[in-house]
T-cell receptor, first 115, second 112 residues
Framework: AQTVTQSQPEMSVQEAETVTLSCTYDTSESDYYLFWYKQPPSRQMILVIRQEAYKQQNATENRFSVNFQKAAKSFSLKISDSQLGDAAMYFCAYRSAVSGNQFYFGTGTSLTVIP | DAGVIQSPRHEVTEMGQEVTLRCKPISGHNSLFWYRQTMMRGLELLIYFNNNVPIDDSGMPEDRFSAKMPNASFSTLKIQPSEPRDSAVYFC??????????FGEGSRLTVL
């Protein structure tokens, strides 16, 4: 089974600064999707950004961008100009494009934004 | 477009009682997932359905848990009898094809 590893249980960033959350995954597949989800205290899981493995260009959504290194199986999330509303738990997730529908989630990184 | 709808948002019950959690996926989505989230174990996949058919229920803790999807617009997760260790937030999520999951707001279950 695929595994997703988030090695940083907690991170903090000063408001307006930039922070990078790490994620690595293990797979033998070549076609898959990667996601970052945000879970604020309200608890609903919200999609932040997605990346298709066949795309070489890193995905970007406003202040959120990823650094996708397919050979290294690394998928980090960069948050620029951090805002208080970015404080949340962030989960990295993997989904195969071919073998079944199952998602694999990391254990999450709790991000604190310091005013 | 309405998102994934879960009910109830909160449920407090006593040990031994039956609990039924409900989920309405987004219209047109063909996959539905049930997850459980606790501080100790994080996010765990319980079961997922594809086109209303259960594909993988290996995450269902034990026979006390059962899930059904009688049609494309409704699913239930039932716990009978409930135990204190079942206390958690239960999420339902749906997707169309191999894309992202859309989550509901979750049902917080407390078993006393």
């Amino acid at each position: 089974a695929q595994t997703v590893t988030q090695s940083q249980p907690e991170m903090s960033v000063q408001e307006a600064e930039t922070v990078t959350l790490s994620c690595t995954y293990d797979t033998s597949e070549s076609d898959y999707y990667l996601f970052w989800y945000k879970q604020p205290p309200s608890r609903q899981m919200i999609l932040v950004i997605r990346q298709e493995a066949y795309k070489q260009q890193n995905a970007t959504e406003n202040r959120f961008s990823v650094n996708f290194q397919k050979a290294a199986k690394s998928f980090s999330l960069k948050i620029s100009d951090s805002q208080l509303g970015d404080a949340a738990m962030y989960f990295c997730a993997y989904r195969s494009a071919v073998s079944g529908n199952q998602f694999y989630f990391g254990t999450g990184t709790s991000l604190t934004v310091i005013p | 477009d309405a998102g994934v709808i879960q009910s109830p948002r909160h449920e407090v019950t006593e040990m031994g009682q039956e609990v039924t959690l409900r989920c309405k996926p987004i219209s047109g989505h063909n996959s539905l997932f049930w997850y459980r989230q606790t501080m100790m174990r994080g996010l765990e996949l319980l079961i997922y359905f594809n086109n209303n058919v259960p594909i993988d229920d290996s995450g269902m803790p034990e026979d006390r848990f059962s899930a059904k999807m009688p049609n494309a617009s409704f699913s239930t997760l039932k716990i009978q009898p409930s135990e204190p260790r079942d206390s958690a937030v239960y999420f339902c999520a749906s997707s169309r094809g191999p894309g992202e999951l859309f989550f509901g707001e979750g049902s917080r279950l407390t078993v006393l």
